[in-house]
T-cell receptor, first 113, second 114 residues
Framework: KQEVTQIPAALSVPEGENLVLNCSFT??????LQWFRQDPGKGLTSLLL?????REQTSGRLNASLDKSSGRSTLYIAASQPGDSATYLC????????????FGQGTELSVKP | KAGVTQTPRYLIKTRGQQVTLSCSPI?????VSWYQQTPGQGLQFLFE???????NKGNFPGRFSGRQFSNSRSEMNVSTLELGDSALYLC?????????????FGPGTRLLVL
């Protein structure tokens, strides 16, 4: 059974700082791992998807890594901006269950000007 | 290309009523999944449809049901509403149903049960 955990639950940093968000999963037979962003009261925006055959993916100031052996993924945000303030969620599909995603509880990020 | 759309965006109902939510996937996408998000439980999977067939179902009571039409649009229905059904209901679409697929989420329908 896949379980996904995100620590910390909340993080506050000053603008310009580089930061790392953590995601742990229990089933290393993972197909992929997806990072999402959610603004208050809104839906989810897909940021990055890392396939199991990949080690990392980059998009602009975001870099996500995947280490199946340790059951960990990280989302690195470079030069953080107040507009990055949101909740970040990671999710992994349950093996052999199609599109059923198991989500972490999220990390609420606040970037202070 | 238009994103996933959900209607209505907000809904207020009373206990015992029923409600139907609608989701239109991205054009060309054939898989639609539904999730419930609450502050206490986070995001939980409800069900997934592909080509009008339910492929997966989460651990929710039978009051929660869904269907998918031939144009891939999907609806979910909740009967005999309870206070605990108050939540943000999100739907997601992908090209096909598979663990390797990126899922794209809609803005959600916020349901408040009084």
């Amino acid at each position: 059974k896949q379980e996904v955990t995100q620590i910390p639950a909340a993080l506050s940093v000053p603008e310009g700082e580089n930061l790392v968000l953590n995601c742990s999963f229990t089933d290393s037979a993972i197909y992929n791992l997806q990072w999402f962003r959610q603004d208050p009261g809104k839906g989810l925006t897909s940021l990055l998807l890392i396939q199991s055959s990949q080690r990392e993916q980059t998009s602009g100031r975001l870099n996500a890594s995947l280490d199946k052996s340790s059951g960990r993924s990280t989302l690195y945000i470079a030069a953080s901006q107040p507009g990055d303030s949101a909740t970040y969620l990671c999710a992994a599909p349950l093996s052999d269950q199609g599109g059923k995603l198991i989500f972490g509880q999220g990390t609420e990020l606040s970037v202070k000007p | 290309k238009a994103g996933v759309t959900q209607t209505p965006r907000y809904l207020i109902k009373t206990r015992g009523q029923q409600v139907t939510l609608s989701c239109s996937p991205i054009s060309g996408h054939r898989s639609v999944s539904w999730y419930q998000q609450t502050p206490g439980q986070g995001l939980q999977f409800l069900f997934e449809y592909f080509s009008e067939t339910q492929r997966n179902k989460g651990n929710f009571p039978g009051r929660f049901s869904g269907r998918q039409f031939s144009n891939s649009r999907s609806e979910m229905n909740v009967s005999t509403l309870e206070l605990g059904d108050s939540a943000l209901y999100l739907c997601a679409s992908s090209l096909v149903a598979g663990e390797w697929e990126t899922q794209y989420f809609g803005p959600g329908t916020r349901l408040l049960v009084l």
